[in-house]
């Protein structure tokens, strides 16, 4: 289990100085596989119920933070380069990219990171509907999106100045683009940090459905290219 840095030191002061205390928290938790504490939980309507067992917390170490930033610059500098490649990219951003491509012809300045953020949101707004709960940590998700589309415009201006006219030179750029997509993506499944909605989108519905990650992932990059083939008619 992984806090945020101040639900930590609230449980953290609980913890050392009331063990075995019950304690009512009027904040989510995030759970990830790994497990620091001993802790035992049941959710009930208004907040989370939590039984310390009398251990000391450990703080989580900044690692997290920094795999949430490689991770979104890992991916959105992988992205520009299967871009630039043109090669085919990944069917996740694939729906987004053709939105790009189709609205830029008459709005110029409707960025691949702009179509990132007006998908997401639809892709947000879905998930809501579907699990019907509303979170604060899932508006959070958007910030990412922002964060994400403004390094991905700022790749997609820097690799839009290089020559990619022949054959070595798209596989120089597409190859190495398709390694750091798997990078980017596989570091922010690893943080508790609010990830993209498309991440966000599968660990939700896959943890609330009992779905296997992988399984629930690779279906939902299925539904993604067949709504960019719908797109690109």
Not at 3 to 10: A, D, N, P, T, Y
Not at 64 to 89: R, S, V
Not at 153 to 165: A, I, K, R, T
């Amino acid at each position: 289990i992984q806090l945020h840095k101040l639900q930590f030191i609230f449980l953290n002061f609980f913890n050392k100085y009331h063990k075995n205390t019950c304690i009512f928290l009027p904040f989510p938790v995030y759970y990830s596989s790994m497990t620091a504490f001993r802790v035992s939980v049941s959710n009930t309507p208004s907040c989370h119920f939590f039984v310390l067992g009398g251990t000391t917390l450990k703080k989580p170490t900044l690692y997290t933070e920094i795999a949430y930033l490689m991770g979104l610059l890992l991916l959105a500098l992988g992205t520009a380069l299967t871009e630039a490649g043109d090669f085919g990219i990944s069917m996740v951003v694939a729906p987004a990219y053709l939105l790009h491509l189709k609205l830029s012809e008459t709005l110029p300045f409707f960025s691949f990171g702009l179509a990132e953020y007006a998908l997401q949101a639809m892709v947000l707004l879905l998930m809501m509907l579907l699990i019907k709960k509303i979170r604060p940590i899932y508006f959070l998700s958007f910030i990412t999106t922002v964060i994400y589309g403004l390094f991905l415009d700022g790749f997609m201006l820097m690799l839009g100045q290089l020559p990619s006219d022949t054959l070595a030179m798209r596989l120089t750029l597409y190859i190495p683009g398709v390694f750091l997509c798997c990078a980017g993506i596989a570091l922010l499944f690893r943080t508790y940090l609010p990830p993209e909605a498309y991440e966000l989108f599968v660990k939700v519905l896959s943890r609330k459905w009992h779905i296997s990650l992988p399984v629930f992932k690779t279906a939902y990059d299925i539904c993604s290219m067949v709504i960019a083939i719908i797109l690109s008619f």
